[in-house]
């Protein structure tokens, strides 16, 4: 009786399914939505790319080093896309009509 009560189960009607993960499916045809509904909600909870993380043993410095070159990578996507917006730069190549902005120079020491 005890596990009766510590186990509940959801009432479901005999049209409805499950799949694991808390999706509710109404009706069979309609098991690629809700398949596409698990995938969205596994992607934004971060539960399969953590699990594809800890397959294996990864050392901190190497953790580390992934973290940076994936900012350098996006650091270099923005600039890029600052440059085109810009005006500075036209499909990979240098504007010629572009000025950039004059700054003072740096003093030599």
């Known amino acids: 009786m005890a596990k009766e009560n510590f ?30 509904i698990f995938k969205r909600l596994s992607k934004e909870t971060g539960k399969l790319q953590e699990l594809r993380d800890r397959r294996y043993y990864e050392k901190p410095s190497h953790k580390r080093k992934v973290q940076k070159e994936l900012a350098i990578g996006m650091q270099r996507k923005s600039d890029s896309r600052q440059r085109f917006e810009n005006g500075s730069m036209i499909w990979g190549m240098k504007n010629q009509n572009y000025v950039p902005k004059s700054r003072p120079r740096r003093r030599r020491r």
């Open 7 to 36: 186990v509940r189960r959801l009432p479901r009607r005999k049209d409805e399914y499950y799949i694991p993960g808390g999706v509710k499916v109404p009706k069979k045809e309609e098991l690629e939505i809700a398949l596409r």
